[in-house]
């Protein structure tokens, strides 16, 4: 996302406690790193926004107006790890309650569809601060204690409680931070203050209305799991393209690919439109221009180093920058087309919906009620013997040219594969997490051969080119060598890392 000068952005660490409406907070002095504590009061109100279906709430995305405190405004509040969250925060201006801040109206697009977003919930909150410092005035957290009074839009209904926050300053290092964490929850488990069970204060009011999922067939609920984690993990890079955050259209293109390695290997077990893996395909395709280029220009920018005339490098490298910065911005525009497009937006509510609908254990199931754990195996049996066909043809490559078309096919589908036994990894956690090993060392292997090749391709079109001084196409040849020289030595590992990987997962099956 371009930048604006209004908009910061920020991860935030912090842990949600339950509390009884009378429940204080157990002493804070004397903890680790903590020398003083200053106390205050803060009165706040936030309107809290979302669509009719709580399409933000159910992606664990938060937007809020709030006022009070020392940062009201616009609060966009996305998930980014165990306790933490990624926050942007646009201050208010002379906007209403309803006009939401076109930059964050534009990052939500892929989660709420077109959908109108308006007012879910007004919070009212009382609170009583501690920020708790260091010898040398370093914040080392805030612990919080809200009085909370709820309002839902949808119906009106009022609900009050008191909860504690801690928030701590991620800054400290982790030793630091986890002595202090381990000593606070000690405090506060001889008090009775437990974690509490809502993720978000919002969750608590309106997480009764979020649908619960139809009941499935046993041997489908690994896959739909997977299912919407992956589509969990493409909505959220979604947003992160979009804002240009690095490495971004990689997490999208991944969980893209997953998606449809999973819908495809397990079509056999599952009813769910053929259609849809067309489109993830499609996606793939738009999006891979920009994570290839990102890619290739690190590669190339650090292989200068190997080039053994000095003098030739800075050219060279400069050569290098000015090409994939062209291209790149192009990819880039390229790829945020692509999520704004209708037919993206059709992609995903289709998505959601046969998440949602896969195969449930009553009448949409039809002739097929239950999906036993060997029908997964043996999808999955089938899909590594066509891997080993494919592996199997590279060695009857008549060229470089036909023997690279053909790693990549033996790439693909073992990345295939890959994404197969992940679906599958609840049924058998401790089997699959060796075996994932396996495939994880055979894709690098792979992979590095597949960049070598598109190494090649961009340094061609570089010496293609007009302009070239005697000092960049000497860096250039050089390179070129180093590229191809690199995909023949990772070519000549190919049978032996599949035999490994191959060997492992058989124990899945036999």
């Known amino acids: 996302m371009p930048s604006t000068p209004s908009l910061t952005i920020a991860d935030e660490a912090e842990r949600k406690y339950a509390a009884a409406a009378d429940q204080p907070l157990p ?29 933000l709430l159910r992606s664990k995305i938060t937007l809020r107006r709030r006022e009070g405190g020392d940062d ?44 109108p977003v308006g007012l879910a919930a007004l919070l009212d ?9 260091a010898a040398d005035g370093t914040l080392v957290a805030e612990v919080v204690v ?58 608590r009011v309106l997480g ?84 290839d280029l990102e890619v290739q220009w690190k590669r190339l920018a650090d292989r200068v180093v190997d080039i053994p005339v000095e003098s030739h490098r800075e050219a060279t490298r400069a050569r290098i920058d000015e090409y994939f910065s062209a291209k790149s911005e192009a990819a880039r525009l390229e790829a945020v087309e692509t999520l704004n497009s209708d037919r993206y937006v059709d992609l995903l509510t289709r998505l959601e919906a046969a998440i949602s609908d896969l195969a449930p254990a009553t009448e949409a199931v039809g002739t097929r009620p239950k999906v036993a754990r060997k029908e997964l195996l043996r999808a999955l049996e089938a899909l590594a013997r066509k891997v080993s066909r494919r592996v199997a043809k590279v060695g009857d490559a008549a060229d470089s040219t036909e023997r690279d078309e053909l790693m990549h096919r033996a790439r693909k589908g073992a990345k295939r594969m890959r994404y197969a036994i992940e679906v599958i990894a609840p049924l058998r956690p401790a089997r699959t997490g060796r075996i994932l090993d396996r495939f994880d060392d055979f894709q690098d292997l792979l992979g590095e051969f597949q960049d070598s090749v598109v190494a090649r391709e961009h340094l061609l079109d570089m010496l293609a080119e007009q302009g070239h001084i005697a000092e960049t196409s000497f860096g250039l040849g050089i390179l070129f060598r180093i590229e191809t020289e690199i995909g023949d030595a990772q070519a000549q590992f190919l049978d032996k890392g599949w035999k490994k990987s191959y060997r492992a997962a058989r124990r899945l099956w036999s």
């Open 72 to 115: 009201a405004g616009w609060h966009l509040k996305l998930p980014s790890g165990l306790d933490t969250r990624t926050e942007l925060h646009f201050p208010l201006g002379d906007d209403s309650a309803e006009d939401t801040p076109a930059d964050l109206s534009g990052l939500l697009r892929g989660i709420v569809r077109g959908s």
């Open 27 to 55: 002493d804070l002095a004397g903890l680790p790193s903590v020398d003083t504590v200053d106390v205050d009061r803060i009165g706040l109100s936030a309107q809290y926004f979302d669509t009719a279906d709580l399409n």
């Open 125 to 133: 909150t009382e609170r009583r601060r501690h920020r708790l410092r």
């Open 208 to 291: 009764d209305l979020i649908p619960t999922r139809p009941p499935l067939a046993k041997g489908l609920v690994p896959i739909r799991d997977y299912l919407a984690t992956e589509l969990h993990t493409l909505e959220l890079s979604d947003i992160a393209v979009r804002r240009d955050a690095p490495a971004s259209v990689h997490g999208m293109r991944k969980a893209a690919r997953r998606l449809r390695s999973a819908l495809q290997t397990y079509s056999g077990e599952i009813t769910v439109d053929p259609t849809i893996v067309d489109e993830l395909r499609w996606l793939g395709r738009r999006l891979s221009p920009s994570r």
């Open 146 to 203: 809200d009085d909370v009074d709820a309002v839902r839009e949808a119906d009106g209904s009022r609900t009050c409680w008191r909860e504690i926050e801690v928030e701590w300053n991620s800054d400290l290092g982790e030793e630091t931070i986890t002595d202090f964490l381990s000593a606070l929850e000690e405090r506060f488990a001889a008090a009775g203050i437990i974690r509490s069970e809502s993720p978000s204060k919002l969750h």
